[in-house]
Every structure is written in C-alpha cells, then in structure tokens.
C-alpha cells in the first residue's frame, strides 16, 4: 500500500464535482460547516493540493476531519507543491520518495498535466509508474478508497466552532453558480439580484450562498444562507417582488436553506437533499 500516488490536477474541472457518483471535493480550506455540507452533498473525501495556502487549521498530510455538527470526511493536504513543469518533477519527486519511507499511507503528489505535457514532463512521470511498481497514476476518489480500505489509524482534527475562519470568500468560491442564470451579488447592500427578483437579508454577518437562488418557476421559492462570522444571529429575510418575508436564527456558521410555497407563503426549513438544490434547477 506504501508508495506514491500521482494525481492530476487539471482532471478535476469543479470544486465539489456535481456527479452523485464522485465523492471527494479540492479546497483551499477548512471552516465550520464546511464539512456539513460537502457531506450532504454525499462527499466523503477533501483534498487541499496547494500546500502554499494556510488551510486555516494545523492539518496533517491525512486525517479524519470533524466539523462542528460531528460529520466527518477523510482530509488529504499536500506537503509538497504541485508540479508545474518539468525542471521540478525531479526535486519534489524525490522529497515524496523521502516522505514515503516512513509514512504508513500512500504519499500524494499533485502534478498539472498541461504545464507537464508542454515540456515533456509526462514522458517523466510515466517512466517512474514503469520502473516502480510503488509509483502509481490515481485520482482522488480511488487514493481515498485505497486509505479507507487500509484502515489506516489517522489522526482526528475537530474545527473550533469558537475559531474565526475565513468563511465568506471561501463559502461563495466553494459553491460554482449554474452558468445558465446571470446573478449580482452586491455585498455593500447585503441583497443578491436574480433575474428579476430582488431579496434582502438584515444581518451583515448572514450571506446568501450561490449554489441556491430565486426560483421563478412551480411556484415555489428555494434560497439559502450560511452565518460567516461564528456567533448566533437572528436575521430577516424579505421579498416585496413574491411578498414573502421570515425570519430565521442562525448558530455560529451554520447554513440553513429554505423553501417558499408562493400561493400560501408557508417558509419551511429544508436541506441540500432537497431536489431543487441537488438537481441545480435554481
């Protein structure tokens, strides 16, 4: 099980791929409720590639990462930077093959095809897999079934519900809005423009979330938020184009969804199982 395992950055075409049957997800970063919703959105596995980037919590190579409601993924960060061209397969190849003396698991090491292909680089990586039975091309959902079949002992790393995270920026780049529908997100105001319909939300720290919107159709209504700053907020939410207003209590960093029946103006709570989030039709 020892060895490297190299893995292709440029295959992966979305943060959280929206295949039901892809079950990992890349990051920049860990925050609350982060966790929560890659797992209902049925991933079970988080890679942060760039090992340049502050993850925002003391990560190890690969742990068990528990959010603040108790879900749990598999965490892999890199500690060593992506390959990008040919002149530094070999430096951080052979950090890797130090790495993976020692370690119990398989060590990662993330390459970019494009850089790699352009200047030979691949021909490289081709001859390692060939003359090291060790060294193997895999990609995020078999390295994580590899780890979990190991049954590897890993360390766990619980996130701070009291910590401040960067969650905002994070939150919105984490969740890709459908390119068919033009959206303006104006933060100065705290309102998000669909196409034609306007809402507004009263607390600062309460942002909507992309992957959920206005929905103009079935007469019903599907919206979402998350609370970025880690403390309770009691916010109002309010809708003069469909005449509906509610309002919702927020616990440090948590995202809440919610769906209005247009004809009765009934808000209810609901989740990202909810076919109108899963499905991207808002």
């Known amino acids: 099980m020892k060895g490297i395992r190299l893995i292709d950055i440029d295959r992966i075409t979305e943060p959280i791929p ?14 609350p409720r982060f966790i929560q919703f890659l797992r209902e959105n049925g991933k079970t596995g988080l890679m942060l590639p760039n090992c340049e980037l502050d993850p925002g919590e003391d990560l190890p190579e690969l742990c068990i990462l528990e959010d603040i409601d108790d879900s749990k993924v598999l965490c892999c960060r890199a500690c060593l930077p992506i390959v990008n061209n040919a002149d530094e397969i070999r430096d951080v190849f052979r950090a890797a093959r130090k790495n993976a003396e020692t370690a119990e698991y398989p060590i990662p090491l993330f390459y970019a095809e494009t850089g790699l292909k352009a200047d030979g680089g691949t021909a490289y990586l081709k001859g390692l897999t060939v ?34 995270y960067d969650a905002p920026a994070l939150m919105l780049a984490a969740l890709p809005q459908p390119d068919y529908e033009e959206t303006c997100f104006l933060p100065a105001e705290n309102i998000l423009f669909g196409h034609y319909v306007p809402y507004t939300v009263s607390a600062p720290n309460v942002r909507p979330i992309l992957r959920t919107k206005i929905q103009m159709t079935e007469g019903r209504t599907v919206l979402g938020f998350m609370e970025t ?7 109002d939410v309010v809708c003069a184009g469909q005449d509906f207003s509610f309002r919702a209590l927020f616990s440090p960093y948590e995202l809440k969804v919610f769906a209005v029946d247009l004809k009765t103006g009934k808000v209810t709570e609901t989740d990202l199982t909810d076919p109108d989030v899963t499905q991207n039709k808002i």
């Open 131 to 164: 003359a090291d039975a060790s060294v193997a091309f895999s990609d995020p959902d078999a390295y994580f079934a590899e780890i979990a079949d190991g049954m590897i002992d890993l360390p766990l790393v619980r996130l701070d519900p009291h910590k401040k």
């Open 229 to 235: 700053e880690g403390k309770e907020t009691a916010c």
């Open 18 to 31: 929206s295949s039901s049957t892809a079950k990992y997800a890349f990051a920049a970063a860990v925050f």
